[in-house]
C-alpha cells in the first residue's frame, strides 16, 4: 500500500519546517510523523534537506497530534542549526 505524504509547511527562524504525518496501519489508529528543514522555498523534497522521524517509540492517537509534534521537533532541529 502505497500512502500519499500531505506535507504542511511553518517558516520558523528563518527556515522552512516541512511535516507530514503516516499512518502505522490500515485502521489509522496510530500516528508517526516525518519532518524536513529548508532553506526559506525550498520543496520539502529536496536533496538538501534535513530530515528526521519521530525517532521515538511514540504512537500518536491522531494524524494532528503526530502533526504538532513534528512541527515540535523540528523547531528544536532549527534552534540547533541557528545556535
Excluded: C, N
Aim: glycine share 8%.
Amino acid at each position: 500500500m502505497v500512502t500519499e505524504q500531505s506535507w504542511r509547511t511553518e517558516e520558523y527562524k528563518g527556515m522552512d519546517v516541512h511535516v507530514t504525518a503516516l499512518p502505522h496501519d490500515r485502521s489509522r489508529s496510530k500516528w508517526d510523523y516525518t519532518v524536513r528543514v529548508t532553506d526559506p522555498g525550498t520543496d520539502s523534497s529536496a536533496i538538501g534537506a534535513l530530515a528526521t522521524g519521530s525517532g521515538d517509540d511514540a504512537d500518536f492517537l491522531t494524524e494532528e497530534e503526530a502533526v504538532e509534534a513534528g512541527f515540535a521537533k523540528g523547531y528544536v532541529l532549527v534552534d540547533r542549526l541557528k545556535s
